[in-house]
């Protein structure tokens, strides 16, 4: 399996007008591309092939301006953005989409007319060279005198995956003016440890981010999602203020506007990041082998949610939260299985009766009397659907153990700042 190692560079004033050198020649090489490609594509004929268009460009100056392994990189991944095009095409015309899609763009900014960059790919480890703390790559040929051949850069940051090198990008963020390199790198699978067949599962939800059950474990782990909507809440409040000063001055973005999305999508990913670490561990530490999730894709398309919600439009990135959460159990060694979530929430996980909801975060049983956490339920409705052990829920259930967020990690309220019980009922796996 393939996992991306993401570095900060460092380069100082001469290397930056270098990088920025060869990001134009990129650009400029991007866009002689994407000419060819738009004019066979008005005209009616078939869009070159990636084979084709190395053919062509091979000897123009716009590709001999840059080494052969960035020139053939950036051929490839505009090729590859036809690729794309066509198979949204394919999507729109079944009735998968609700609007056409877009042809690929230039780099350039469509106010001034300038060429800009945002990538620099490198495609093969022959050409550069990482490690903790340097990258070295190779130059054009115009620029190896005056820099002895290869560009070494100082790098700030942590290679997380070690293993087969392949390629790598160097990207521009415009909002920070930072470099960062993104190194791919194949590792090989994790190796599965033999041991008898264990499950849970996962319910995912807004207000309630995700409610864990464990076989074997007689009480669920929540993990709300209040604090993060707070949060999420004031950014989205900043980002108000920001867009109506603008607003006044007649503008429609800033690089602060920019930021301040940016920042919010960053603080995010970081909780949800940090909630799926959290899951593995628990999976790991009660030895679990398969992890049944609810599969929620098209639940926008099926359910009314009204066209101003946003805590369900913005703020529940459920399948960016899904990705992370299989992310951690594959490295972690547990399998994760995708499970219908169609009657999770309205039957009752003793009995199969249907449940009423007399308040939106609980669920009532009329057949048994059980009122447990709606959340809780669910998740165990998902647990006895996927797992064939044909186990039961237990109609004596201890209320749900909640995690809270306290924007640096995932706690109980038991727990202190420094993550030390101060009652022992606290525990987070307390029976």
Request: glycine content about 6%.
């Amino acid at each position: 399996m393939r996992r991306t190692n993401v570095v900060r560079v460092l380069p100082g004033k001469e290397q930056k007008q270098v990088l920025e050198t060869i990001g134009d020649r990129c650009a400029a090489l991007w866009n002689a591309v994407q000419y060819r490609c738009r004019q066979a594509f008005f005209r009616g004929k078939p869009v070159p092939s990636y084979e084709t268009l190395c053919a062509e460009f091979k000897e123009r100056p716009v590709y001999r301006a840059l080494p052969a392994h960035i020139g053939q990189e950036v051929i490839k991944k505009a090729r590859k953005a036809w690729d794309s095009f066509f198979a949204l095409l394919r999507l729109w015309g079944k009735g998968e989409m609700s609007e056409r899609p877009g042809l690929p763009r230039y780099w350039k900014d469509r106010r001034t007319g300038r060429r800009t960059f945002c990538v620099i790919p490198v495609k093969a480890p022959t050409s550069y060279a990482l490690d903790s703390r340097t990258l070295s790559l190779t130059l054009p040929r115009d620029l190896r005198e005056k820099h002895g051949g290869r560009l070494v850069l100082h790098t700030k940051g942590v290679l997380r995956f070690h293993g087969t090198p392949k390629t790598l990008e160097l990207r521009y963020d415009r909002v920070k003016r930072r470099w960062y390199a993104h190194q791919v790198v194949e590792v090989p699978e994790p190796v599965r440890r033999t041991r008898p067949e264990k499950c849970a599962a996962l319910d995912l939800g807004a207000r309630t981010l995700a409610a864990l059950a464990v076989e074997g474990l007689n009480r669920q782990i929540l993990f709300s999602g209040r604090e993060v909507w707070k949060d999420f809440l004031y950014w989205t409040k900043r980002i108000a203020e920001e867009q109506s000063r603008l607003s006044r001055a007649g503008r429609k973005t800033s690089r602060r506007l920019r930021g301040l999305y940016s920042h919010r999508a960053r603080r995010l990913r970081h909780a949800f990041v940090a909630l799926a670490a959290e899951i593995a561990r628990t999976l790991s530490r009660h030895r679990v082998t398969m992890l049944f999730i609810e599969d929620l894709t098209g639940i926008r398309e099926d359910m009314d949610f009204g066209p101003q919600n946003l805590l369900a439009h913005n703020f529940w990135a459920f399948r960016m939260l899904k990705n992370l959460i299989t992310a951690a159990c594959v490295r972690a060694g547990i399998k994760v299985v995708p499970v219908e979530p169609c009657g999770t929430s309205s039957r009752c996980a003793v009995c199969g009766s249907p449940v009423k909801r007399f308040v939106r975060h609980k669920a009532a049983c009329s057949k048994c009397g059980c009122v447990w956490h709606a959340d809780a339920n669910a998740a165990l409705n998902i647990l006895l659907s996927g797992s064939s052990k044909g186990h039961g829920a237990e109609a004596t259930q201890l209320p749900p153990l909640a995690l809270r967020w306290d924007r640096h990690r995932w706690a109980s309220r038991f727990e202190s700042a420094a993550g030390t019980l101060y009652a022992a009922s606290g525990s987070r796996m307390a029976a």
